[in-house]
């Protein structure tokens, strides 16, 4: 079952900031991505198993089984590395329970230099094409989402650097979906526009949908979503990937459509 929040990144967030943490909270917070961010600077930081990967989300994972996770590949400019850091800060004590997987070793050796704990992918097939430009972390987070519900993971978060996170991640889902995520829609109450289809916020967003075939694209993004280990989730994270890697080109937000 998909969910299909009638909102965008900045509705997806809690109106207020994160309540002062109890007594003792930000140190064990402190600790914890401290001793992950040890295990980054060890083999364990490039993923090339699934042992590996195991091991990372044994060490990440809450509790209950949940983790949240970003894919990112490292800019000249280094941009992303001020969003990383935003993002970590903002997670609070859900940063000892990030995974922040970088495409390559010199992305992770940046982040890592921030003292921010990164794992560089050496496990996901390599990318082919181009991914219509959008670079390959946008494809090896569907190949990380899928190893990681065949691993028995309970719940995978996903989320883009740049969402700022105004509360607890892993209170801000419903648990009576299978995925959920946010859709970039003008419309507020799903109102199809001509065609059937719906408007989305951005224009060059919206030409890119293919609008000849009449189908509805309720325009959610990939950037935010959660995925519940089902299996229907899992049948459609493998659908996804394994559409997405044998075209090269295609724009990973239209198919999730």
């Not at 309720?218 to 519940?228: A, H, I, N, V």
Request: net charge positive.
């Amino acid at each position: 079952m998909v969910g299909l929040p009638r909102a965008r990144h900045s509705a997806m967030m809690s109106s207020t900031q994160h309540e002062a943490f109890p007594r003792g909270t930000h140190t064990r917070t402190a600790h914890r991505v401290g001793r992950l961010l040890q295990l980054s600077r060890t083999e364990a930081g490039t993923l090339r198993t699934i042992a590996d990967l195991r091991k990372v989300m044994a060490a990440l994972s809450t509790p209950n089984g949940a983790l949240i996770y970003t894919t990112v590949s490292m800019d000249k400019a280094q941009h992303q590395l001020v969003m990383l850091r935003q993002w970590f800060g903002n997670l609070q004590a859900a940063a000892s329970h990030a995974l922040l997987i970088g495409t390559d070793g010199a992305t992770c050796a940046v982040a890592r230099n921030a003292s921010l704990p990164c794992f560089a992918d050496e496990l996901a097939p390599p990318l082919r094409g181009r991914q219509n430009n959008f670079g390959p972390q946008v494809l090896i987070k569907w190949w990380y989402a899928l190893a990681m519900l065949r691993e028995e993971q309970s719940l995978v978060i996903f989320s883009d650097p740049d969402v700022s996170w105004l509360t607890d991640p892993f209170a801000a889902w419903s648990r009576s979906f299978d995925l959920q995520g946010l859709s970039d829609s003008y419309s507020v109450n799903i109102t199809l526009q001509a065609h059937h289809e719906i408007i989305c916020n951005r224009p060059w967003m919206d030409g890119m949908y293919e609008h000849s075939r009449r189908s509805i694209y309720p325009c959610q993004s990939t950037g935010l979503w959660y995925m519940k280990n089902s299996a229907p989730s899992r049948a459609f994270a493998e659908g996804l990937y394994s559409y997405l890697s044998a075209r090269r080109n295609e724009w990973e937000q239209k198919a999730f459509q």
